[in-house]
């Protein structure tokens, strides 16, 4: 598999036979969210804060978890995937950070050629089309 490939999700894998069973035709992929997404999430805290604090209500839920530790944006967002799409290659190997640990190996990134959104699939979930 190769930048500019094209590919589609393998049904012989065993994360995608298990969702060809169970959903409704879409895989969850996943992709960072960028720094605008992040300045929105922070700006919605904020505007939900100062909104509990003019009406008189406790912030502390809106600003920090239960164990009183900040929250924190996400860092990936979801990207539904059709089970039977084509999807392009836009890098064969590589490692992408969706969680607050360590980059994630073995990801590819796609561009799923209907909806032109860009999402990580592991590699060895996908074949290439021939």
């Known amino acids: 598999m190769k930048k500019g490939d094209l590919v589609r999700l393998n049904p012989d894998d065993e994360t995608i036979s298990r969702h060809l069973q169970t959903t409704r035709g879409w895989y969850r992929a996943s992709r960072p969210i960028t720094s605008q997404e992040r300045e929105e999430w922070y700006e919605q805290k904020r505007k939900n804060i100062a909104e509990a604090r003019a009406a008189g209500e406790d912030t502390f839920s809106l600003a920090f978890d ?65």
């Open 66 to 130: 239960d164990a009183g530790e900040s929250r924190l944006p996400p860092t990936s967002v979801g990207v539904e995937l059709p089970l039977d799409g084509i999807f392009i290659v836009e890098r064969a190997r590589c490692r992408v950070q969706l969680t607050w640990g360590n980059p994630t190996p073995g990801m590819t990134k796609v561009l799923d050629t209907s909806t032109g959104k860009h999402a990580y699939v592991k590699r060895d979930m996908l074949e290439v089309v021939k």
